[in-house]
């Protein structure tokens, strides 16, 4: 079976550019979520869904960030204007929640974005 | 507020060495705790869980039990490989809820 598929896995991008990241959750899933890695502050959490709705955003950093969910196959995390501190590994994750299960999560490989 | 705190790392153990990274844990009512493991370079994998209190959850050698008296979910194993390097990460989620996750244990085991 398909895990959660994440693209690009690796983005050199210079200060300024729009960068796009892109998730296929696992089917079926109704929860999908967007974390950020990096050495400094390790396991953060974005945002996440349930049935393509945002839940909570309080994690995105600032208004440069955005995510979006337009079906259950698909999101993007899209970050406008790009700056050497958003380079870190963007991870997506989904799990199957339903009502009264506490699911565990999936995560897809990673994007490892670096911007110049 | 929900949250999760673990043993600090970096840990460095020799091969077959006893392991335990200590987690405590903060939630309202009643939360199911995991384990997630990342190996370089990897996203994070279920490595075990436990749903409710005096639950053990057990993969690949590896044991933790939920201890809801002391808030706690201690990871062990008996005796660790150099392919059991990697960062370990204790979380906890409630249904219709995030995840909360801890820092990570960063784990080196030499030959």
């Known amino acids: 079976d398909a895990g959660v598929i994440q693209s690009p896995r690796h983005e050199v991008t210079e200060m300024g550019q729009e960068v796009t990241l892109r998730c296929k959750p696992i089917?079926?899933?109704?929860?999908l979520f967007w974390y950020r890695q990096t050495m400094m502050r390790g396991l953060e959490l974005l945002i996440y869904f349930n049935n393509n709705v945002p839940i909570d955003d309080s994690g995105m950093p600032e208004d440069r960030f955005s995510a979006k969910m337009p079906n259950a196959s698909f999101s993007t995390l899209k970050i406008q204007p790009s700056e050497p501190r958003d380079s870190a590994v963007y991870f997506c994750a989904s799990s199957l929640r339903g009502s009264g299960s506490a699911g565990e999560l999936f995560f897809g490989e990673g994007s490892r974005l670096t911007v110049l | 507020g929900n949250s999760v705190t673990q043993m600090e790392g970096p840990v460095t153990l020799s091969e077959e060495a006893f392991l335990t990274i200590n987690c405590t844990y903060t939630a309202t009512g009643y939360p199911s705790l995991f384990w997630y493991v990342q190996y370089p370079g990897e996203g994070l994998q279920l490595l075990l869980k436990a749903t409710k209190a005096d639950d053990k959850g057990s993969n690949k050698g590896f044991e933790a039990t939920y201890r809801k008296e002391t808030t706690s979910f201690h990871l062990e194993k008996g005796s660790v490989q150099v392919s059991d390097s990697a960062v370990y990460f204790c979380?906890?989620?409630?249904?219709?809820?995030?995840?909360?996750f801890g820092t990570g244990t960063s784990l080196t085991v030499i030959p």
């Open positions: 089917s079926g899933h109704d929860y």
């Open positions: 979380a906890l989620t409630r249904v219709g809820n995030q995840f909360y």
